[in-house]
Nanobody, 123 residues
């Protein structure tokens, strides 16, 4: 399995931007599709964005037009650029990888997970 480490979380005001990074090691990330999920206490982990091996992307309705997922296979890294942030975007954000071709939107679709990074958006 590939090992994943997220970074880039923090505190930002509403309307601001953050870029999350997900560094992969152990296996070549280009062989995997990637996804970003988020979770708040007491709620299920929810899909945010995904990218397949060809860099096709898919987003949840709640972030479409504001977030952009990308990958740099040479750097073994996946990114989540978040703009126009809202207080309801506050959550722990997780990156994930799956060995299948397509973009999974369910937690069980993914084989490997990072430890999570906190994003807090103040109003």
């Amino acid at each position: 399995q590939v090992q994943l480490v997220e970074s880039g979380g923090g505190l930002v005001q509403a309307g601001g931007s953050l870029r999350l990074s997900c560094a992969a090691s152990g296996r070549t990330f280009s062989s995997y599709a990637g996804g970003w999920f988020r979770q708040v206490p007491g709620k299920e982990r929810e899909f945010v964005a995904g990218i397949n091996r060809r860099s096709n992307t898919y987003y949840s309705d709640s972030v479409k037009g504001r977030f952009t997922v990308s990958r740099d296979n040479a750097e073994n890294t996946m990114y989540l650029q978040m703009t126009a942030l809202k207080p309801e975007d506050t959550a722990v954000y997780y990156c994930a990888a799956r060995s299948g071709r397509g973009i999974g939107t369910l937690r069980d679709d993914y084989d490997s997970w990072g430890q999570g990074t906190q994003v807090t958006v103040s109003s």
